[in-house]
């Protein structure tokens, strides 16, 4: 169940608070404090199950865009072969570029899986 099928409605909040004033207590500012008490913990109660659902669907976006960032296809092309002339030096100026190529993709692509959170 989703956390914001379970918010409480108003007539929900004042049927708890009706049943809570009917409990055993001296007075009505009493039940009043006792029923605040009991809503306040469930509201708590609430914003943590929110907080936890909305942290694991924001990991499994991140997850989805670093698994949706597509590899080298296929074999290293012979011009690349070419240009890299078994350099040592050119290899890692190339790996490198490789890698930030590949994460401004997964920020890219993490950020438009994202956007309808307006983060």
């Known amino acids: 169940m989703k956390a ?39 509201l708590e109660a609430q914003a943590e199950i929110t907080f936890k659902e909305g942290k694991k669907e924001v990991v499994e976006l991140a997850l989805k865009s670093i698994n949706d960032e597509p590899e080298f296809p296929g074999e290293m092309p012979d011009e690349l072969w070419a240009q890299l002339d078994g350099d040592k030096d050119k290899v890692v100026v190339s790996m490198r570029a490789s890698v930030r190529l590949t994460k401004k993709g997964i920020i890219e692509r993490l950020q438009e899986n994202l956007k309808d959170w307006r983060i």
Request: glycine share 2%.
């Open 4 to 42: 914001k099928d379970t918010i409480l409605t108003d007539e929900e909040i004042i049927k708890m608070r009706s049943e809570w004033l009917t409990t055993d207590c001296p007075d009505e500012e009493t039940a009043t404090q006792i029923a605040l008490a009991r809503l306040r913990g469930l």
